[in-house]
């Protein structure tokens, strides 16, 4: 079935510094990405959709300076958290879509990421 | 835009009894209906999901019912075990490949 990688599955990063997250697709092209925020005990909330070759959109609310998003290519999508602060430590989850069997409409989502800003 | 309700937020069962978690949509353009488990520390997996061209779809344990009429869809655990302790999502989609729009999640907790 269709697979997405995530990494890292957890990073610690001084107040700051810049951290990158991967997500690859392994056995499928994704030609949409997704990329989601998780607060402890909520569900998923989307925070930008790229598309490969093209600008990512960001959803209403969401800094395009401070989490940078690319999809450069049909298996890899990077989000950058850019001078991270403490608010910004959350769980950080990419969702993949294109082929594989992610339900017939392709979504497949990576193994989520917890990032914590010191 | 869509809007999904997730009701109950929290279900408590023993192992063995049955556990139904219920999820209203709002868009009646919603035409694929996936339902996700998530355990703490990971990212959603798919467990089921079910198109607006049916009304029910079982895999096993797991099944999932949608009356698009009312606007709602429901899934079902039977024979519960303590692995099906997680945390649940539904989630609703107009298109293929549009955005999913999730309920806010189902604590399930299957007590030996």
């Known amino acids: 079935g269709a697979v997405v990688s995530q990494h890292p599955s957890r990073v610690i990063c001084k107040s700051g510094t810049s951290v990158k997250i991967e997500c690859r697709s392994l056995?499928?092209?994704?030609?949409?990405m997704f990329w989601y925020r998780q607060f402890p005990k909520k569900s998923l909330m989307l925070m930008a959709t790229?598309?490969?070759?093209?600008?990512?959109?960001?959803e209403q609310g969401v800094e395009k300076d401070k989490f940078l998003i690319n999809h450069a290519s049909l298996t890899l999508s990077t989000l950058t958290v850019t001078s991270a602060h403490p608010e910004d430590s959350s769980f950080y989850i990419c969702?993949?879509?294109?082929?594989?069997?992610?339900?017939?409409?392709?979504?497949?989502f990576g193994s989520g990421t917890r990032l914590t800003v010191v | 835009g869509e809007n999904v309700e997730q009701h109950p937020s929290t279900l408590s069962v023993q192992e063995g009894d049955s556990a139904v978690i219920k999820c209203t949509y709002s868009?009646?353009?919603?035409?694929?209906f996936p339902w996700y488990k998530q355990e703490l520390g990971k990212g959603p997996q798919l467990i089921i999901d079910?198109?607006?061209?049916?009304g029910e779809k079982k895999d096993q344990r797991i099944a999932v019912t949608l009356n698009k009429t009312a606007k709602h869809f429901s899934l079902h655990i039977t024979e519960t075990q303590p692995e099906d302790s997680a945390v649940y999502f539904c989630?609703?989609?107009?298109?293929?490949?549009?955005?999913?729009?999730f309920g806010e999640g189902t604590q399930l907790t299957v007590n030996p």
């Open positions: 969702s993949a879509r294109g082929g594989g069997t992610g339900g017939g409409y392709g979504y497949t």
């Open positions: 056995d499928f092209q994704a030609t949409t």
């Open positions: 790229s598309n490969e070759g093209s600008k990512a959109t960001y």
């Open positions: 868009d009646s353009a919603s035409n694929y």
């Open positions: 079910i198109r607006s061209n049916v």
């Open positions: 989630a609703a989609s107009t298109t293929s490949g549009s955005r999913l729009t």
